[in-house]
C-alpha cells in the first residue's frame, strides 16, 4: 500500500492511503444525501440496479420506489416531489441534495436500528444468498429446456 499512497500523495497533493469512497476526485460534487436516502430503504439490488445505479441524467422512475421507501403519507409526498423536482432538469445538486438528505434524517431518527443494523443486514444476506442469474448466458442449445 506504501507505493500507492505515495502515488496519491505525490498526484493529489494530499494523504490518501486508498480510493475515494465514492471515487470520486477531490474537485467532483458527491450526492451524499441521495446516498443517505437510499440507504435508509434498499435491501436489494434489484433496487440498487433500477435507482441507485440510474444513468446520470436518466429519469428516476417514482414508481419503482418500494413500500418500505416511506414511514408515512407526508414521506410518500415529500419523496414523490422530490423525484419530479429531479426529473424536470435530471440533476442532483445541493438543494436537491439536503432535500434527500432531509428525508434521510427523517427517517433514520425514528428508527435508528432500522438504518444502522436491519438494512445492512439484508444487504448483506442479499449479495450473500441472492443467485446473480443476470450474469448467467444462456446458449442456443439452453433455450429450448
Known amino acids: ?49 433500477e435507482l441507485y445505479w440510474a444513468e446520470p441524467g436518466e429519469e428516476m422512475d ?20 422530490v423525484f419530479d423536482d429531479y426529473n424536470a432538469n435530471h440533476e442532483i445538486d445541493a438543494d436537491l441534495d439536503a432535500r434527500f438528505a432531509a428525508l434521510a434524517t427523517e427517517r433514520i431518527q425514528p428508527s435508528p436500528l432500522r438504518y444502522y443494523i436491519r438494512l445492512p443486514l439484508l444487504r448483506m444476506a442479499d449479495m450473500w444468498l441472492r443467485p ?8 442456443p442449445s439452453l433455450v429450448g429446456i
Open 62 to 81: 417514482f414508481d419503482k420506489l418500494p413500500e418500505r421507501a416511506f414511514d408515512s403519507r407526508q414521506q410518500f409526498d415529500a419523496t414523490q416531489q
Open 1 to 49: 500500500m506504501l507505493p500507492w499512497t505515495l502515488r496519491n500523495l505525490r498526484t493529489f497533493h494530499r494523504f490518501q492511503p486508498l480510493a475515494p469512497r465514492y471515487a470520486n476526485t477531490p474537485e467532483d460534487f458527491v450526492p451524499r444525501g441521495f446516498n443517505r436516502w437510499t440507504k435508509t430503504w434498499i435491501a436489494d439490488y434489484v433496487s440498487t440496479e
Open 132 to 139: 446473480r442469474t443476470e450474469l448467467f448466458t444462456l446458449g
